[in-house]
């Protein structure tokens, strides 16, 4: 299975590029939830502070300017340390 893919700062270029700002804002108070991607999704983190622990893999940090892509069939765990608003997209 594929891992998680992670931008640190990606430029505003970038940003633009994909999209980002029209995408949908998704928010999440600080909690611990299991997640299956049915589909792959990029997320761009607007706030906040998480730990995913994908199953069988690495733990992954994801703070507030990072862009993240997670793969189609990932079972993970979130850990919402500090709370999310981000950007996200599926497909």
Do not use: N
């Not at 992670?6 to 998704?26: A, C, F, T």
């Not at 761009?44 to 733990?59: A, K, N, T």
């Not at 979130?78 to 709370?83: E, G, I, N, P, Q």
């Amino acid at each position: 299975m594929s891992k998680i893919q992670i931008e640190h700062g990606p430029s505003p270029q970038r940003l633009k590029h994909l999209g980002v700002e029209d995408w949908p804002i998704w928010t999440k108070e600080e909690s611990e939830f299991a997640w299956t991607y049915d589909e792959q999704e990029v997320c761009y983190l607007l706030e906040g502070h998480v730990v995913v622990v994908p199953h069988g893999g690495e733990p992954v940090t994801l703070v507030q300017g990072d862009l993240a892509t997670f793969p189609a069939g990932m079972k993970c765990t979130w850990r919402v340390l500090k709370a999310v608003r981000k950007h996200y997209w599926f497909g």
